[in-house]
């Protein structure tokens, strides 16, 4: 039975680390077992303080994964969906890992993210680091419930996790991540029906609107996609908001069994559709990074490390 890294499913946490590095030289062998250490390292504060609720993800960016595992490549690694459109943005940054550290302490987020960074030098530097936060009832910082129709129960496990199409893989996830950065200012103008209206659902009690009364550029219609044989393409979303009193924003990180929910959502969001409607959400935010990873299994990370 392949196990798979807990922070992907995990259910929403009070605070998180979200990390990003590039690996700066060209051992490989090392790299291997240091990921499997970092795995451990997760097992022991997950013990250790079982209330805060640790969970972890480790993800190998996709250019840096024919570097570590040469030899076993996940069928649908693909880089990040780069695109542009107008004043819509999403661009790729670098990225060789990515580590999401989550728990319901931030003391043991810290204290995590402190020995993972210990344990990976010299041969990585860090190139971002975000705490994320969970705000009033789960809300992003526009104020809208985020994560209300993420898949529930057993079909979250079929959503985010890849299964029997790539065997060697399955239990491992596709994960990319955008750093958003929100226009408050320019929100916050808006009228709270405006707003309503951007998402489709409503503000305060978090009705999802009727499917009539949804406008085409609302960000839950351009990112409702159906594929051609009518199903519902799917993904599991893991974003929290981040910020200070200068910057504010979303830290979007999503998993799936396919890269394609990801770009395709994207590309609706940004190109908009047949009559090239985009999604209002993009006139208040922008993303300022992206990244495309590929989480694997804990029993692929374990048998790698010893090759
Ligand atoms: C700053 C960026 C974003 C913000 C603030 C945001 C916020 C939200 C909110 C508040 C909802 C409604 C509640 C919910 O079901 O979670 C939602 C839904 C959703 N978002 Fe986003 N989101 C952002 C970016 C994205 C991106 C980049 C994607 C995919 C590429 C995405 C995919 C989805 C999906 C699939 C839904 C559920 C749609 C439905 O079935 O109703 N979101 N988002």
């Not at 040469?70 to 459109?85: N, T």
């Not at 590309?267 to 990074?289: C, Q, R």
Request: charged content about 25%; proline content about 5%.
């Amino acid at each position: 039975m392949t196990q798979a890294q807990k922070g992907i499913c995990a259910e929403p946490n009070l605070h998180a680390l979200f990390l990003t590095f590039n690996v700066i030289d060209d051992d490989a062998p090392t790299m291997r077992k240091k990921i499997a250490q970092v795995l451990a390292l997760f097992s022991h504060y997950d013990e250790e303080y079982y209330e805060a609720m640790v969970s972890g993800i480790v993800a190998i960016g996709t250019d840096y994964w024919y570097e570590l595992y040469p030899r076993s490549i996940p069928q649908e690694l693909s880089p990040f969906p780069r695109m542009s459109c107008d004043d819509r943005n999403a661009p790729a940054s670098p990225g060789d890992l990515f580590i999401q550290i989550k728990a319901d302490r931030m003391d043991i987020c810290h204290a995590i993210g402190t020995e993972v960074i210990q344990l990976l030098q010299p041969n990585v530097d860090l190139y971002e680091e975000v705490k994320g936060f969970r705000y009033l009832d789960g809300r992003d910082l526009t104020g809208f419930v985020d994560g209300t129709e993420n898949p529930k129960g057993m079909h979250k496990f079929n959503v985010a996790l890849v299964g029997d199409q790539d065997p060697d893989f399955a239990g491992g996830s596709y994960i990319h991540i955008q750093r958003y950065r929100h226009s408050m200012e320019k929100w916050k103008q808006l009228s709270v029906s405006a707003q309503e209206e951007t998402f489709g659902r409503t503000k305060t009690n978090n009705v999802e609107f009727k499917g009539v009364d949804k406008a085409p550029f609302s960000h839950t219609k351009r990112t409702s996609l159906k594929d051609e044989q009518g199903n519902s393409i799917e993904m599991l979303r893991q974003s929290m908001p981040y910020g200070d009193m200068t910057i504010q924003g979303l830290y979007f990180v999503s998993c799936a069994k396919s890269p394609l929910p990801f770009a395709k959502m994207l590309k609706s969001m940004i190109f908009g559709d047949e009559n090239g409607v985009y999604d209002k959400l993009l006139d208040f935010t922008s993303a300022e990074t992206g990244g495309a990873f590929f989480a694997p299994s804990i029993n692929f990370i374990k048998q790698q490390a010893n090759e």
